[in-house]
């Protein structure tokens, strides 16, 4: 049946009527184009085929640079859930929706879904003693071993636990890989490398199999959250990561941070499931760690590299010992509709989404006075985008014919919460969500490029969608040059992507116009080594606006044609989130 939109339903969402299919064949044949691209290039003859990007509205670079400056003052305390800082933040994008003419995105009437967490703080944390070997060795809280607590219980401790050595903690059997093979690791503490195994090719020397783990690319196998969540399955009592800089993406000042309070959605076992310790070990000190059981640190690191490593009992035990505060907390997704004009359609709904949080106030680094975590970049620079890209997309004639939603979600910073909740508890079908647009960090703020990285390039359809806006700006899509930091499982698109949602996260690019070459990767890299999750991540003068509104503006242009698109966009044949995927769309049925 075919309704007054063009379109009709099909086995995996809207297809286009024959009239329509026809025209997206004859352009996509002859622009080189997927049918899915051709249907959202605004070269389309379609019946009501997209905008050029040039025609959709600007979004005002000025007025989100003027958010950026409201949201990571000092004023808003960094932004930390369950603080002032939320209380400010949350009033104010309420505030800037109504006033950008949108509705409120809870279907009960509110611009707030409401997300349950309890925060968790340490304290009286006692050193991580190691003995064994003749031997007694203590690590210094924070300085040298990170550790923290995901049960809501106000005493936990390690006493006396064997510890084992168990490599990168994978058990990936699809790939015959298994690195807790022949031993029991419950109540033990297990200490785990982070990333992926780095799998040599056999074909090309001095690279890594791209059949195995990806290659350079970090599969979910190598973050750290699920290192955590195995250790849990397994029965491990404690479980720590050894750190390591260029693996891991970020210092080791950065998982510092995890001994402040530490937020997680409510859950009815109060976590009892997880490990009682959770934590870092500095490399320093995973070293001393290993000298201590007789071992070479980088040896075995070497050996956990292959299919056949298997897990290597240190021969020692592991104390450690601290309390906990904990504390119930509502914290809030806020969340803003833009209904569609289609009178069937409007019922979809396609998602931008920015986290709004931060780290709060904190310690100083680098000698600085300051303690407060502002988050200019990380993320007020990505929330003000949604809230301009909203203002923007109100304004867009045509207007989108499904219902777009534009959410600034919480609790990003504390493993991706508020994007998890919502996905758990969706306030619109998942089955009728056509995408996830996310915008974190990732917008150039020191002018025009002509690049797009994309992070996951190759995922879905949407990737084809952004190509052919792009290359209306004059600017070409480049994968992630850092595949091995698994930026894809960092962000709240991951969470949409679990779910089956195409989900789009794109970078910034570096390839910045009339500045030198390589500046843009030297921006990029002062940032993570300086100012990410630090209190220097605050409002610079000397950005510029150019590339930020360009970057605004060409995903305002992704989100609308998918609105407009004749059907649903598709996760590619092979994609790790495919199977979940058909199945959401099985329910659109």
């Known amino acids: 049946m075919v309704n007054g939109s063009g379109v009709s339903r099909g086995p995996v969402g809207y297809i286009a009527a024959m009239s329509c299919r ?255 310790v959770q934590g870092w070990l500095s490399l320093d000190a995973a070293t001393r760690l290993f000298a201590a059981a007789g071992l070479d640190y980088q040896k075995l690191k070497a050996q956990a590299a292959a299919r056949d490593f298997k897990p290597v009992p240190l021969n020692l035990k592991a104390s450690m010992s601290f309390r906990q505060k904990l504390r119930t907390v509502e914290s809030r997704n806020v969340v803003a509709r833009l209904t569609g004009s289609d009178p069937t359609l409007k019922d979809e709904v396609v998602v931008y989404t920015a986290h709004w949080d931060h780290l709060g106030i904190g310690k100083p680094h680098a000698g600085s006075p300051d303690t407060i975590y502002n988050g200019a970049v990380d993320n007020a620079s990505g929330t003000s985008a949604v809230l301009e890209i909203a203002r923007a997309m109100k304004k867009a004639t045509p207007p989108p ?26 306030l619109y079908p998942l089955s009728k969500t056509l995408a996830n647009i996310n915008s974190d960090s990732n917008m150039p703020m020191w002018g025009r490029t002509r690049d797009v990285i994309v992070v996951g390039m190759g995922a879905s359809d949407l990737d084809d969608t952004l190509r052919v806006a792009a290359a209306e700006q004059g600017r070409t899509l480049k994968p992630d040059e850092e595949p091995e930091k698994g930026s894809y499982y960092r962000s709240d698109h991951f969470n949409f992507a679990k779910v089956g949602v195409p989900s789009l996260n794109v970078k910034a690019g570096i390839d910045y116009r009339g500045l030198p070459d390589g500046f843009g990767r030297q921006k990029r890299e002062y940032y993570t080594a300086h100012d990410y999750h630090s209190p220097s991540d605050q409002p610079n003068p000397n950005w510029t606006t150019e590339g930020y509104a360009e970057q605004a503006k060409l995903l305002l242009a992704v989100g609308y044609r998918i609105a407009m698109a004749p059907k649903f966009p598709e996760w590619k044949p092979g994609n790790e989130f495919r199977a979940a995927g058909e199945a959401r769309l099985r329910k659109a049925k």
């Not at 419950?186 to 199999?209: C, F, M, S, Y």
């Not at 014919?401 to 508890?425: H, N």
């Open 22 to 276: 026809s025209f997206v064949v004859v352009v996509a044949a002859s622009l080189s184009l997927s049918p899915w691209a051709a249907a959202c290039s605004s070269k389309s003859e379609a019946p009501g085929g997209p905008l050029p990007v040039s025609r959709l509205p600007d979004v005002d670079a000025a007025a989100a640079f003027a958010h950026i400056k409201t949201l990571a003052s000092d004023q808003f305390e960094g932004r930390l859930p369950g603080t002032r800082g939320e209380e400010l933040t949350v009033d104010y994008l309420t505030r800037q929706f109504k006033a950008a003419g949108l509705e409120p995105g809870n279907p009960d009437g509110t611009f707030i879904q409401k997300v349950p967490l309890i925060g968790i703080s340490s304290a009286g944390m006692s050193p991580l003693v190691v003995e064994g070997a003749g031997q007694k060795l203590s690590f210094a809280p924070i300085d040298e071993v990170v550790a923290f607590s995901q049960r809501a219980t106000e005493s936990i401790a390690l006493d006396s636990s064997d510890m084992v050595f168990v490599g990168y903690g994978v058990q990936a059997p699809e790939l015959r890989w298994d690195d807790y093979k022949g031993v029991s690791v419950k109540g033990k503490t297990i200490v785990v490398l982070v990333n992926d195994p780095p799998v040599p090719d056999p074909e090309a020397p001095g690279q890594l199999d791209p059949k195995t783990f990806g290659g350079r690319a970090m599969t979910y196998y190598g973050r750290w959250t699920y290192k955590y969540e195995k250790a849990a399955e397994l029965g491990a009592a404690g479980v720590l990561i050894v750190h390591e800089t260029g693996p891991a993406g970020y210092p080791f000042a950065v998982v510092q941070g995890f001994g402040t309070e530490r937020f997680d959605l409510v859950a009815a076992d109060k976590n009892m499931g997880r490990a009682a």
């Open 401 to 426: 014919k499904r219902s777009i939603l534009f959410m600034a979600v919480t609790a990003e910073e504390q493993g991706l919460l508020g994007s998890e909740y919502y996905c758990k508890s969706p």
